[in-house]
Nanobody, 124 residues
C-alpha cells in the first residue's frame, strides 16, 4: 500500500511559478514510477508528466512541455512538479500517482495509487 500526500498548490498570477510536492509513505517508493495528472472542472482527468523509478526518464504532455519539470528524490520519498510560466488554462486539481511498475506511463488506468489532490489556480 502506498499513501500519497500532495502539497504546494495555491493561487498564482499568470506567468508565475509553483512547486508541487508529493510525499509517499512506502519504503518501495524508489521502485515505483510516478506521475502527475490534473483535472479541471467539467473536464476529464488528464496526464501531465511521468518519471521512471530512477528519475532518468521523463515524459510530458505537449501542453506543459518546456514549462513544467517533474523530478524525484528517492532518499526523501518525494516527487516534485516545478511549474513555470503558468497559464490560466493550467488551473486544475493536481494529483500525484504511483505505479506498481518501475517504468513510466501516460495512462491513468495504469496507476494503482493516487493522492487526494492539490488545487492550483492561475489568475489572468
Amino acid at each position: 500500500q502506498v499513501q500519497l500526500i500532495e502539497s504546494g498548490g495555491g493561487l498564482v498570477q499568470a506567468g508565475g511559478s509553483l512547486r508541487l510536492s508529493c510525499a509517499a509513505s512506502a519504503r518501495t517508493f524508489s521502485r515505483n514510477a510516478m506521475g502527475w495528472f490534473r483535472q479541471a472542472p467539467g473536464r476529464k482527468r488528464e496526464f501531465v508528466a511521468t518519471i521512471n523509478w530512477a528519475g532518468s526518464n521523463t515524459y510530458y504532455a505537449d501542453s506543459v512541455k518546456g514549462r513544467f519539470t517533474i523530478s524525484r528524490d528517492n532518499a526523501k520519498n518525494t516527487l516534485y512538479l516545478q511549474m513555470n510560466s503558468l497559464k490560466p488554462e493550467d488551473t486544475a486539481v493536481y494529483y500525484c500517482a504511483a505505479r506498481g511498475s518501475s517504468y513510466y506511463s501516460m495512462a491513468a488506468n495504469e496507476y494503482a495509487y493516487w493522492g487526494q489532490g492539490t488545487q492550483v489556480t492561475v489568475s489572468s
